[in-house]
C-alpha cells in the first residue's frame, strides 16, 4: 500500500499562491491516479484535481485556470499550483492516489487564506 506525505500549507493571503507537494512511498507510484482532494469546516471532502499516469488532468470548475496540478515520477511526487487563491480556498488539503479499487491518503495539510 503506497503512503502518501503531503506538505506546503500554510497561511496566505487573498490572491496569494502556494504549493502542495505530496510524496510517495513505494516503486509503483508511476501507474497511479494521483489527486488532491480538500475539505472545508462543516462540508464535505471534495475533489480539486486529478491527473493520470500519462498526465491527463481534471478540475474542479472553482478551480479552472486558477490551480495546476503536475506529477515527477522520479520523484514519486505530485503537486498542486495553487494562484489567486480565495477566502474560499481555505480548507485541509488531502492527496489521493487510486489504483482500480483501491485507495490511500494522506494525512492533509492545512490552507488558510486570510487577510
Known amino acids: 500500500q503506497v503512503q502518501l506525505v503531503e506538505s506546503g500549507g500554510g497561511l496566505v493571503q487573498p490572491g496569494g499562491s502556494l504549493r502542495l507537494s505530496c510524496a510517495a512511498s513505494g516503486s509503483m507510484f508511476g501507474i497511479y491516479d494521483m489527486g488532491w482532494y480538500r475539505q472545508a469546516p462543516g462540508k464535505q471532502r471534495e475533489l480539486v484535481a486529478t491527473?493520470?499516469?500519462?498526465?491527463?488532468?481534471n478540475y474542479a470548475d472553482s478551480v479552472k485556470g486558477r490551480f495546476t496540478i503536475s506529477r515527477d515520477n522520479a520523484k514519486n511526487t505530485v503537486y498542486l499550483q495553487m494562484n489567486s487563491l480565495k477566502p474560499e480556498d481555505t480548507a485541509v488539503y488531502y492527496c489521493?492516489?487510486?489504483?482500480?479499487?483501491?485507495?490511500?491518503w494522506g494525512q492533509g495539510t492545512l490552507v488558510t487564506v486570510s487577510s
Open positions: 491527473i493520470t499516469p500519462r498526465r491527463s488532468t
Open positions: 489521493n492516489a487510486h489504483l482500480f479499487r483501491t485507495d490511500a
